[in-house]
């Protein structure tokens, strides 16, 4: 078990507990001071031991974690290094949510003294949901620095790209890594570039097997260095984001590849985390809960109109009715996507092909089911099973993701995100029936990388009803 995940859980038990003892100091302040004289509690024992006070003991700590998860408390991109003064918003913002939740489904409809306003008992309520966890969060957040400044919290580091052009930069990142909680342990050298075995004292590994290496040594995270072949290196990364581990490149590198580079200074010489869109880990989990439920409902609703299509499939030409494919998703992880089939069964036997506008491949029903984007429906079982998103870049197959990227370094940065159903290429571009189609579209993609929030999903959500509504796929 990482450090990483062991803070998790004792981050997420320290919640709980807290969250525990804070609603049970407000228990004791209801007793005290928010009763009426003709209460039937005789003493404190029996109005802690009533029924409705026990349950509220357990459910309110299980709602608050709840809340706490969904705020992003508890994400592996957002557990240990944390700043203190987002978690004191954090801590805040989630109070405030839980003491209006539990104020309007528990104590809206308890008798209050009419010398007491109810913003007083929301006012107490917040204070024990509040202080009891920020002062434990703050007290684990100064040991965790503590901790990281003495080298006992830190992740082993590989970095990519180290040579003596770049030792310089390198000698910054490990003065620094007192404060940045990654310890280089190793250099990787890929194409034979670094013909020294040490770079200030870190071994350099000459290896093609990237996940072997990182197996080996136990690598949680990783730093690219920038060279001077921008293609090359936009290939190592490639290769780098199916590991799964947090990625971070040089500046300088990261303006070669967009234009709009986002800090994340974790040291000294500053470096950007290029492991994850730019969204805040709230919002990660609220369009992670926004699929699984959507997704849901929808394969629940369509049930009905799956059967009939399945049924006009089968009979319309030879073959099964759904058509499975491996495409690469999430951190380049391929999995199978799921379509009602279009074609013929034999749309591909010489070799992978991109559809067009009169592609005599398609099905009589294919052609419709194209139009409205039918074909497209039971991708939210691949939503559902958290390959795919509602929005994000369409996913696409190896074979046409390594044309693209010899023609664009920063198609890598599309697996930051879960691939979508639909896409803002796909409602302002649509299909691409080629791969130079394929990099027109891909600019709409790179435009939803650098601003995915909620607000952007919804407005592309939009604009795909009104894209099937209309018939104006193809």
Not at 32 to 41: K, L, N, Q, S, V
Not at 252 to 270: G, N, Q, Y
Not at 344 to 369: F, K, W
Request: charged residues 20%; contains cysteine.
């Amino acid at each position: 078990m990482t450090n990483i995940e062991k803070h998790r859980i004792i981050y997420a038990t320290a919640d709980f507990l807290s969250v525990a003892a804070g609603w049970f100091c407000f228990n004791l302040l209801r007793y005290r001071f928010f009763r009426d004289a003709d209460e039937i509690w005789y003493s404190l024992s029996s109005f802690l031991l009533s029924g409705p006070v026990v349950l509220g003991q357990i459910a309110v700590p299980v709602c608050m974690l709840i809340l706490y998860a969904i705020s992003g408390s508890y994400n592996r991109s957002n557990t240990l290094y944390k700043s203190r003064l987002d978690e004191v918003l954090n801590t805040l913002a989630v109070s405030l949510i839980g003491t209006l939740g539990i104020y309007f489904t528990a104590l809206l409809n308890n008798n209050i003294p009419e010398r007491l306003e109810a913003y007083e008992l929301m006012a107490v309520l917040l204070v024990c949901l509040f202080l009891p966890t920020v002062c434990v969060r703050i007290l684990i957040l100064k040991r965790n620095a503590k901790r990281i400044r003495e080298g006992k919290y830190a992740m082993k580091t590989l970095v990519v790209g180290a040579t003596p052009a770049n030792e310089a930069k390198l000698a910054r990142i490990l003065a620094s890594r007192a404060t940045s909680g990654l310890k280089i342990v190793v250099c990787a050298d890929f194409d034979g570039s670094c013909t020294r075995q040490s770079l200030q004292g870190i071994p350099v590994r000459y290896t093609e097997d990237i996940e072997s290496l990182c197996r080996q040594v136990g690598i949680q995270a990783i730093i690219v260095l920038s060279s001077g072949d921008i293609a090359h290196t936009a290939e190592i990364l490639d290769r780098l984001y199916r590991l799964d581990l947090p990625m971070f490149i040089t500046p300088d590198l990261h303006s070669l590849i967009l234009a709009r580079p986002r800090l994340a200074t974790v040291s000294s010489e500053p470096l950007v985390d290029i492991t994850n869109a730019k969204i805040p880990p709230a919002s990660v989990n609220l369009k992670r809960l926004g699929d699984i439920v959507v997704s849901a409902i929808s394969l629940v609703i369509l049930s009905p109109l799956f059967a009939v299509l399945a049924a006009v499939v089968k009979l319309d030409s030879p073959g099964p009715v759904f058509y499975r494919q491996t495409r690469i998703g999430y951190h380049k992880k391929p999995f199978r996507i799921i379509k009602f089939r279009s074609m013929q069964t034999d749309a591909e036997a010489n070799g992978p092909a991109l559809s067009s506008g009169n592609d005599p491949r398609v099905t009589r029903c294919g052609h419709i089911m194209r139009k409205y984007r039918l074909d497209e429906l039971p991708q939210f079982w691949n939503v559902l099973c958290g390959q795919m998103s509602l929005v994000g870049p369409r996913p696409e197959r190896e074979y046409f993701l390594k044309k693209i990227l010899e023609r664009h370094p920063a198609s890598t940065l599309l697996h930051q995100v879960r691939p979508g159903i639909t896409s803002w290429g796909m409602v302002s571009y649509g299909y691409a029936s080629d791969v130079n189609q394929m990099m027109e579209r891909l600019y709409y993609d790179l435009l939803y990388i650098e601003n995915v929030s909620l607000a952007t999903d919804l407005k592309i959500i939009l604009h795909t009803v009104d894209t099937v509504i209309n018939g104006r796929g193809k």
